[in-house]
């Protein structure tokens, strides 16, 4: 049994109601597609649903979810704070409880909206609809602090939606820095990577800097605010600024590609300057060697993080590389290819970089440094199988020494 009409009334024949709740009406309300379906059902205990749906299968121990399809019911809830974090809760069901109940104790108001299946009747006894019209983050109640996950989420939805935190739900988050430390770092990147998915990731690092947690689990990043740039190249204002236009111009730029590759572009853009964030401040605006400095701060914030290795080797490449992509134009042949060639070796790759050199390049159009299609005929030019057979040589030293002197000097006589 899939259809979701046939479970409604299934449960209504035996004195229950089923609502569609959470982001599945959010984005109904919004016009946005969601294939994912979360329901509420109220007026059943664990035991009478199981029993009236033996093919659910379960999931979950501390509270048990039931799927149907590819639905999901869950049976109406409270819950209460015992102690400090995210799985800190006394959960209380009961077949009394009321979907305006299960309701309250949802994050923000434009996920704590339900739509009763048989009628279609919208339930919205906290007003998210209107702050759907009006973009806006506002938390359901006062028991929005009792989570500290929240701020995150509420950060990633500001993103997603590119909506204003409401102040008092601000001042929530903020009392809730202490609690940051508690959350298992896996949940951080989960809506870290949610948010950098975004068309504006910018925003979730701006509302928690605005909340003053930025600091907690993205220290490198807070360390960019205040960090001095020549004004003539920098009209943006400081490191912090010039990171988020970055982030957000290559997040336009990649809007129409897998996941994945959104990701490690989009985490390249976030960390490419982390280093200036690490310059001594008497050397302001001048940021010498920041590339190397960057390096070791993507490592740590990887770790500390529990990144994904892929993303941490990109964010390397983009530290290491993209002042050299900079000035492509200006380098020697040799260097030229060298550069082409280490590059053309990373998981970033030559069109990578490529897109976060062009977003990076705040008063130029960056033509005069268009090395990624170049560097791709370069590449192509020979290969070590050519090498070895046109010139009998095998030691892979020897093999690299010769591919690179062939690519230079077909480099320096393409045009």
């Known amino acids: 049994m899939n259809d979701i009409y046939e479970i409604a009334n299934k449960i209504k024949s035996h004195g229950g109601n089923v609502y569609l709740v959470g982001g599945a009406i959010r984005d109904k309300l919004l016009g946005i597609a969601n294939n994912d379906e979360d329901y509420c059902v109220i007026g059943l205990s664990f035991d009478e649903f199981r029993e009236l749906f033996p093919e659910a299968y379960v999931r979950g121990k501390d509270f ?7 639905k999901e019911f869950a049976i109406a809830r409270k819950e209460r704070k015992i102690g400090i974090g995210h799985n800190s809760f006394d959960v209380e069901t009961d077949k009394k409880i009321t979907i305006e109940e299960d309701l309250e104790r949802r994050d923000i108001t434009i996920n704590a909206i339900a739509k009763e299946v048989l009628t279609d009747k919208i339930i919205d006894p906290f007003g998210g609809r209107e702050d759907l019209k009006n973009n806006i983050i506002r938390a359901v109640s006062s ?6 996950l929240r701020v ?3 950060s990633r939805f500001a993103s997603q939606f590119d909506f204003n935190v409401e102040d008092n739900t601000m001042k929530m988050m903020t009392l809730l820095k202490d609690e940051l430390s508690s959350l298992a770092v896996e ?13 504006k990731p910018s925003r979730f690092f701006d509302v928690l800097r605005d909340a003053n947690v930025l600091d907690i689990h993205f220290k490198e990043i807070y360390d960019l605010i205040g960090a001095e740039q020549p004004i003539k190249y920098h009209p943006e204002g400081d490191s912090y600024n010039h990171t988020m236009i970055v982030l957000d111009k290559v997040a336009d730029k990649t809007k129409f590609l897998d996941d994945e590759r959104k990701l490690e572009l ?26 190397e400095r960057g390096v070791e701060l993507v490592k740590n914030m990887g ?17 290491l590389e993209h002042m050299r992509g900079g000035i492509f134009d200006k380098m020697t042949f040799s260097k030229k290819v060298s550069f082409i060639e280490r590059v053309n070796n990373t998981i970033l790759g030559l069109d990578g970089l490529q897109i976060i050199v062009d977003a990076d390049n705040m008063l130029g159009n960056g033509d005069e440094n268009q090395f990624a299609d170049l560097g791709h005929e370069v590449i192509n030019c020979t290969n ?3 090498i070895m057979r046109q010139y ?5 030293k020897k093999v690299a020494n010769k591919m690179h002197e062939i690519r230079v000097w077909y480099l320096k006589n393409i045009n």
């Open 143 to 148: 028991h929005f602090a009792e989570d500290p």
């Open 64 to 70: 048990p979810v039931f799927s149907i399809g590819n």
């Open 152 to 154: 995150y989420r509420a």
């Open 187 to 199: 949940r951080v990147y989960n809506e870290l990577s949610k948010a950098l998915l975004t068309d």
């Open 384 to 386: 070590g199988d050519k």
């Open 266 to 291: 989009r985490f390249s853009a976030l960390v490419h300057d982390l280093g200036k964030g690490a310059t001594p401040k008497e050397e302001y605006p001048h940021h010498i060697k920041h590339e």
């Open 303 to 319: 770790k500390k993080l529990k990144l994904p290795t892929r993303l941490i080797k990109c964010g390397v490449t983009s530290c």
């Open 392 to 396: 009998c040589i095998t030691e892979g």
